[in-house]
């Protein structure tokens, strides 16, 4: 059996043998480098290395081992998800693109009906008012034709009741209507 020095050196000081100089004082130098130490120093560095070995290898190895497949497993599942919800959110902004297309198509096509037929509206309405405005228009045209005519039936008696009286003040004669008539009628004429 490997015993470490300063345990051989206090059991035979207890028993009553001679220490020896070195393991007394410690005077070869660090114990852990002293080669008379080796053997003692490598069993028990084996002892220790197959303890952590087992311990490591029995239960700290499978719970780190579970830790990185459950997260591995967590990752793959999370991937999965993002990828699904990736591929909804595409389809979703697809429909989207597409409603709003389809409503700018809509809102153009009525905007086009409502335009048409406040177009019609306002030609339908500008034919009425042309419509009324000539029928206007040919009223007082008429009226006007009526005017002149009846003016220009009356001329002949204003001139003739003009002549008459012209010639009166500056002759100092009275002509009778139907001289009068003729003196118009042959101004006229020329």
């Known amino acids: 059996m490997f015993v470490t020095s300063a ?8 028993a ?3 220490v020896p100089a070195e393991a007394a004082g410690h005077e ?7 080669p008379h ?5 490598i069993l028990w560095l084996a002892i220790t290395f197959g303890i952590f070995y087992l311990i490591i290898s029995r239960a700290v190895a499978p719970r780190i081992g579970a830790i990185l497949e459950d997260r591995q497993d967590r990752i793959a599942r999370d991937l999965d998800e993002a990828s699904r919800m990736k591929a909804e959110s595409d389809a979703a902004v697809a429909a989207f693109e597409k409603e709003l297309a389809d409503a700018r198509a809509k809102a153009s096509s ?22 009324s405005l000539s029928q206007k228009l040919a009223a007082a045209e008429q009226h006007i034709a009526s005017i002149k005519s009846a003016a220009l039936a009356e001329v002949g008696s204003i ?12 002759v ?17 004429g020329n």
Request: glycine share 8%; aromatic share 6%; hydrophobic share 50%.
């Open 28 to 34: 070869g130098g660090f114990p852990p480098f002293n």
């Open 16 to 18: 009553g043998t001679q």
């Open 110 to 131: 009525i905007a086009a009906e409502a335009g048409a037929a406040v177009k019609a509206e306002a030609e339908k309405e500008r034919a009425a008012v042309e419509a």
């Open 37 to 41: 130490y080796f053997g003692s120093q």
């Open 172 to 188: 100092g004669v009275e002509l009778t209507s139907a001289e009068a008539a003729a003196a118009v009628k042959s101004a006229a």
């Open 7 to 14: 345990f051989a050196a206090s059991t035979e000081a207890a």
């Open 159 to 170: 001139a003739e009741e003009t002549v008459t009286e012209i010639v009166r003040q500056v």
